[in-house]
């Protein structure tokens, strides 16, 4: 078990993937901070996940495609007063798309909503953090990406160029934070069973006449663990690169990807 003290901030807390993370670090004795972006879920969120020895999880709602919202989460964060150990910050999901020239204006609003924000987002949270190497007290920063960041995807046109980004942008803090003591790591998702990507699949399966089962291993055939993730094994690994297993880590991509990429 964890010290309580330590306390971790989460964004897109109540989705598919946030949720798994959520519960994993609550078990493991995390206090947590639920970033999203509806009031209501993250409220429910709060208060089903078992709570930490000292405190309480607490949230505060956010639209990290809004700089006003934003700048209003990063006030509310400071006057909270709360010192962070660790973020896992989810920049929202891409759609997938094969318009690799889509017109200026698109190109605007993804970067404002998928790099710009959540990137303003990162620097508020990183400005509550006091590590300390001296003393053995590390901040961790686990940013999750996909595997657009390290393989082009043609459906993906978009998303390939801000996963790059963002993995740019991880190694380029890694290592101006580094000798501070905090760690900054990413984790690229291949295919993850979230609630919305079953749905998914289940549409696809209607439209080919074909079983969930049947369609879900057509879709898995090319992947060599024949399987898309779940997302508790994400948040297996979210919680591995929070630990003392990262000590010694820090501008990293881990793929989880049931070893699609085939890249060295």
Same mark, same amino acid.
């Given at each position: 078990?964890?010290?309580?003290?330590?306390?971790?901030?989460? !964004?897109?807390?109540?989705?598919?993937?946030?949720?798994?993370?959520?519960?994993?670090?609550?078990?493991?004795?995390?206090?947590?901070?639920?970033?999203?972006?509806?009031?209501?879920?993250?409220?429910?969120?709060?208060?089903?996940?078992?709570?930490?020895?000292?405190?309480?999880?607490?949230?505060?709602?956010?639209?990290?495609?809004s700089d006003?919202?934003?700048?209003?989460?990063?006030?509310?964060?400071?006057?909270?007063g709360a010192?962070?150990?660790?973020?896992?910050?989810?920049?929202?999901?891409?759609?997938?798309?094969?318009?690799?020239?889509?017109?200026?204006?698109?190109?605007?609003?993804?970067?404002?909503?998928?790099?710009?924000?959540?990137?303003?987002?990162?620097?508020?949270?990183?400005?509550? &953090?006091?590590?300390?190497?001296?003393?053995?007290?590390?901040?961790?920063?686990?940013?999750?990406?996909?595997?657009?960041?390290?393989?082009?995807?043609?459906?993906?046109?978009?998303?390939?160029?801000?996963?790059?980004?963002?993995?740019?942008?991880?190694?380029?803090?890694?290592?101006?934070?580094?000798?501070?003591?905090?760690?900054?790591?990413?984790?690229?998702?291949?295919? !993850?069973?979230?609630?919305?990507?079953?749905?998914?699949?289940?549409?696809?399966?209607?439209?080919?006449?074909?079983?969930?089962?049947?369609?879900?291993?057509?879709?898995?055939?090319?992947?060599?663990?024949?399987?898309?993730?779940?997302?508790?094994?994400?948040?297996?690994?979210?919680?591995?690169?929070?630990?003392?297993?990262?000590?010694? &880590?820090?501008?990293?991509?881990?793929?989880?990807?049931?070893?699609?990429?085939?890249?060295?």
């Open positions: 078990m964890i010290e309580p003290k330590r306390t971790i901030l989460v !964004t897109g807390a109540t989705g598919g993937i946030g949720s798994a993370v959520c519960a994993r670090l609550a078990e493991a004795g995390y206090s947590l901070i639920l970033a999203a972006r509806n009031t209501d879920r993250l409220q429910s969120a709060c208060v089903a996940l078992p709570a930490p020895a000292r405190g309480s999880h607490c949230w505060i709602a956010v639209d990290m495609a006003a919202s934003v700048a209003t989460f990063g006030s509310q964060l400071a006057s909270s010192v962070l150990d660790g973020l896992v910050l989810m920049p929202p999901q891409m759609r997938p798309t094969g318009d690799c020239q889509p017109p200026a204006d698109t190109w605007r609003e993804l970067f404002q909503s998928h790099f710009i924000g959540p990137l303003e987002l990162l620097r508020n949270a990183i400005s509550t &953090m006091r590590p300390d190497p001296a003393q053995d007290r590390r901040a961790k920063i686990v940013i999750v990406s996909a595997i657009t960041s390290v393989q082009a995807l043609g459906n993906y046109a978009t998303s390939n160029v801000l996963r790059c980004a963002w993995l740019a942008q991880a190694k380029t803090l890694a290592l101006a934070l580094g000798e501070k003591g905090i760690h900054v790591n990413t984790l690229s998702l291949g295919g !993850t069973l979230t609630p919305a990507y079953i749905a998914s699949i289940e549409r696809r399966a209607a439209d080919a006449a074909m079983s969930f089962a049947e369609r879900l291993a057509a879709e898995t055939e090319n992947i060599p663990l024949r399987k898309y993730g779940r997302p508790e094994e994400v948040a297996l690994a979210v919680e591995v690169l929070l630990s003392r297993f990262s000590d010694h &880590m820090t501008g990293a991509n881990l793929l989880h990807d049931g070893g699609f990429t085939r890249a060295y």
